[in-house]
């Protein structure tokens, strides 16, 4: 029996995940979504932070064809919601309170900044961390969902057969 799993999701995922025009690709888009669809089928935990969430919006409201990008930001819209209210399809990590922000940033310089991880890329990577040592412990298995190899070096337990585009 294989370990369940827990998935961190990077805006890159998100991007094939939503298909946004200009960030996507039909390769990456079909194997991303068949990911997931395998995923929920495991019954994996899904974890998206703010900063990612703020990420795709800002991409969508980039998209030149406005019946596209309004369709886009109403499937954004409405996973949110579904999220927040029923904790599908995925659980959204809430944004920081001011301590654990300070803490953030400390670790954005201390441990990130150098390997060139920004600051909401420092997010995913202490949310995949904190998810490992407090919640999901052996058998469990944390991953990052990016195609940022410098991000994927980072999580908390190698994925076999990881994606990276």
């Known amino acids: 029996m294989n370990a369940p799993q827990v998935y961190v999701i990077d805006t890159s ?9 200009g960030c996507s690709t039909k390769e990456a888009v079909d194997e991303i979504r068949s990911r997931f669809a395998d995923a929920v089928k ?32 109403k499937r954004l819209r409405d996973d949110v919601l579904s999220s927040l209210e029923e904790g599908v399809p995925w659980t959204i990590v809430p944004s920081q309170q001011l301590s654990a922000f300070k803490k953030l940033v400390v670790s954005f310089v201390d441990n990130h900044i150098l390997g060139g991880i920004d600051l909401s890329d420092s997010t995913l990577i202490d949310e ?16 990052i969902w990016t195609k940022d190899k410098r991000l994927k070096a980072r999580e908390p337990d190698s994925e076999p057969r990881a994606y990276l585009g």
């Open 13 to 21: 995922y998100l991007l094939e995940l939503f298909a946004v025009p």
């Open 128 to 143: 995949a961390r904190r998810l490992k040592d407090t919640t999901y412990r052996s058998p469990w298995r944390v991953h």
């Open 42 to 73: 495991r019954s994996a935990r899904l974890y998206l932070t703010v900063p990612s969430i703020y990420e795709l919006a800002n991409h969508i409201s980039h998209v030149p064809n406005g019946n596209v990008r309004l369709s886009l930001a």
